[in-house]
């Protein structure tokens, strides 16, 4: 019997050693696992932090694009409801705006139909009288604005004044080309 108690002891004590390394190694994976986790976890936190990043920097560019789309917009208000007052002196009596499409380019000449009350007409421009001598396209919608001023007598006809004005591209529409 004492041989069989020592067995069963030895036997017990090999089971409880046997359950021990079984028991270690879950331990050993499952910290494995938790570690193997956390690091996944780490990246994600990273990967999230960069992707957080790029939407501020492309935010802060947006901003940036609006604020100067906002600049833009002012800039082209102010041309388009004052461009002549820094060159003709007098008070703006009349305007007028028509819109038409382009219907011909060639060479420096741009041929545009414009709608107005009285039907279609036809008007020619001449390269130098656009913006950065950028000619449209065909098919191009485009407004003409036109606007009128009194002269003051004070300082001369209007030709003369816009003629004194290197910066004002003055076309004389009196004389034939």
């Not at 990967?47 to 609006?66: C, G």
């Not at 485009?142 to 300082?155: G, M, S």
Request: charged residues 30%; proline residues 2%; hydrophobic residues 35%.
């Amino acid at each position: 019997m004492t041989t069989n108690l020592s067995h069963a002891r030895v036997t017990q004590q090999h089971d409880n050693a046997e359950l021990q390394v079984g028991v270690t190694s879950l331990l050993e994976l499952l910290t494995t696992e938790r570690i193997e986790r956390a690091e996944e976890q780490r990246a994600h936190t990273r990967e999230l932090a960069d992707w957080k990043a790029r939407i501020a920097e492309n935010e802060k560019r947006e901003d940036v694009r609006i604020e100067h789309t906002s600049e833009l917009t002012k800039a082209i208000r102010d041309l388009a409801s004052g461009q002549f007052s820094t060159h003709v002196r007098g008070q703006l009596v009349m305007q007028e705006a028509f819109r038409g499409e382009v219907t011909t380019t060639g060479g420096d000449t741009v041929s545009v139909l414009y709608e107005t009350p009285d039907g279609l007409t036809e008007h020619l421009y001449h390269r130098t009288q656009f913006i950065d001598q950028r000619l449209p396209r065909v098919g191009d919608e485009v407004q003409a604005i036109t606007k009128l001023f009194a002269d003051r007598p004070e300082q001369g006809s209007l030709s003369d004044i816009l003629q004194q004005d290197d910066d004002f591209p003055f076309i004389d529409f009196s004389k034939d080309s």
